[in-house]
């Protein structure tokens, strides 16, 4: 049994990962910077920073598309399905044997190879999505915002210490400031090059929690200016009258359909929910835990979309847009709120390309077959362990373990570690390859929302083709294979299908229709 005790004590990081206490609770991947965990209110922060963002910015022109009490309730529908949805993959990820806390795991464990790939295939594509959708964000209000805070309204006048930097344009002096703040696409990529890059290169959320407070409050404040908007009504023409209270409130639009994916964007968080999770200190990680921060994290989330989409649609009525701040006239409340909504973009950006990064490493290091168990016969372990150590080298592991008749069995555990990634991490890249694809990725994602549609089109697309699946279809059919039939996951699954399937292609011919359009 030499080579045994050999092979098992060079494999101490894949042990750290796979164990599992009595309870069948898993003690989740270590940190991939090592030090103290997030608080449970940080947490609640750091998930609430992960819901709100783009999504509650367009409710307005979805509410307006919709109709108002359809849209209300489906705005207070799938806030409370997402939350469901959030204890479901948390709670089985982590009681779960085998399934090392991670949804992508679940998946395999649950359907196999094709459970993986669909997880994966799902979270790349809403995290991307988000991503595109949060530069977008940018690009539309922080040229317009910080050019009228600086120079005012339609004023071209420009501050004298900017005089040697003016070009002459007519009868107007532009200076060199305000010729860079009225060139969106350069703005947005230098701001996301010295803000947002330096952030995307983080490894983990931990360091986030500081400034996920910050972003909630920034959101929390366009609340109050949007309220305040509506009630003082500035100008006394602000508000529109708007049609008939039936017409308002009751009336179902024709473009309730292909606003769905809307609603499920402004809720869907389960991309980042188990970075959420392990971000958490180990003193207080716990599924009762998570369902505590999930409750407070998704009804600050509901408070705020609530209050965003309402009241801009009680000011604007059918003539909201899905960009609400671009159709307010210009006053200094509505760009300090432009550039508090820039600044929360800018710092819910980091939590789905996290996702993001990750999902790609997984898929650059096949980890579809990682971690596969291999149970050896009782008669030749030695053999066996012989034999898989020469083929794969250091980094195999031997662990016995119960099956549920009772009876014991050696497994063997295949940890194949590659060069590009962090030693005993099968999610964090070596330093090098961490900042290539961070910066490749980066890019990518800058440059495709610089050129992008509207944030609706964007919004409406995402929700529907992804974040149906993420949030809703996937975690209702796990639970379904892994404990059986439930109301809660039969009604969820339901609920996924119908929008994902409607949704899309009433957004995609919507998307079509815009594009088309000069």
Not at 2 to 19: F, G, P, Q, W
Not at 39 to 46: C, D, K, L, P
Not at 377 to 392: K, W, Y
Request: aromatic share 10%; proline share 3%.
């Amino acid at each position: 049994m030499a080579e045994h005790d050999t092979l098992t004590a060079t494999s101490t990081n894949a042990a750290r990962r796979l164990s599992f206490s009595s309870t069948g609770q898993s003690n989740g991947r270590d940190n991939a910077l090592e030090g103290h965990g997030s608080s449970v209110g940080e947490a609640i922060f750091n998930l609430a920073n992960g819901i709100v963002g783009a999504g509650a910015i367009g409710l307005g022109g979805a509410i307006a598309a919709s109709g108002g009490l359809i849209s209300v309730f489906c705005i207070i529908l799938f806030a409370v399905m997402t939350k469901l949805s959030l204890d479901t993959i948390i709670t089985l990820a982590v009681q779960t044997e085998g399934a090392k806390g991670s949804y992508e795991q679940l998946g395999w464990i649950a359907y196999g190879f094709a459970g993986k790939a669909a997880v994966l295939l799902s979270k790349s594509l809403y995290s991307f999505g988000c991503l595109v959708a949060y530069i977008i964000v940018i690009r539309d209000n922080f040229g317009s915002g910080t050019r009228n805070l600086i120079f005012g309204g339609d004023t071209h006048s420009p501050p004298s210490e900017f005089d040697a930097w003016s070009l002459s344009t007519g009868e107007q002096r532009i200076s060199g400031l305000e010729l860079f703040l009225e060139h969106d696409g350069l703005l947005t990529f230098v701001l996301s090059a010295t803000i947002i890059l330096p952030l995307c290169l983080l490894r983990d959320m931990t360091p986030l929690a500081r400034f996920s407070v910050v972003s909630v409050l920034s959101m929390v404040a366009i609340v109050l200016i949007v309220i305040g908007i509506y009630v003082m009504n500035p100008g006394g023409d602000t508000r529109e009258a708007g049609g008939t209270i039936f017409e308002k409130w009751f009336e179902v639009r024709s473009g309730f359909l292909e606003s769905l994916g809307t609603f499920v964007f402004a809720f869907v968080s389960q991309n980042t929910a188990h970075l959420a999770y392990e971000s958490l200190d180990h003193s207080v990680r716990s599924v009762k835990s998570w369902k505590l921060i999930s409750l407070c994290a998704v009804s600050i989330s509901a408070m705020v979309s609530l209050s965003v989409g309402v009241f801009v649609y009680m000011t604007f009525w059918e003539h909201t847009e899905s960009d609400i701040f671009q159709i307010y006239p210009s006053s200094n409340a509505i760009d300090a709120a432009k550039i508090l909504l820039c600044i929360t973009m800018m710092l819910t950006f980091p939590l789905p390309f996290f996702t993001t990064r990750e999902m790609i490493v997984l898929v650059l290091s096949g980890n579809g077959r990682s971690g596969e168990e291999m149970s050896v016969d009782e008669e030749t372990p030695d053999l066996r362990i012989s034999l898989l150590a020469e083929e794969f080298g250091p980094g195999e592991e031997t662990i016995t373990e119960t099956d549920p008749f009772g009876e014991e069995a050696d497994v063997i555990v295949v940890e194949s570690q590659k060069s590009w990634l962090l030693p005993g991490e099968e999610r964090q890249l070596s330093l090098p390859f961490h900042v290539l694809l961070t910066v490749l990725l980066w890019a990518t994602t800058t440059v495709l929302a610089i050129v992008a549609p509207s944030l609706g089109d964007v919004l409406d697309l995402v929700g529907c083709v992804s974040g149906t699946v993420i949030a809703f279809i996937l975690p209702a059919l796990f639970s379904l294979k892994l404990t059986g039939y439930s109301h809660v996951a039969a009604f969820t699954l339901t609920i996924g299908g119908v929008v994902g399937v409607i949704g899309t292609f009433f957004s995609v011919k919507k998307l079509v229709t815009d594009l088309e359009t000069p």
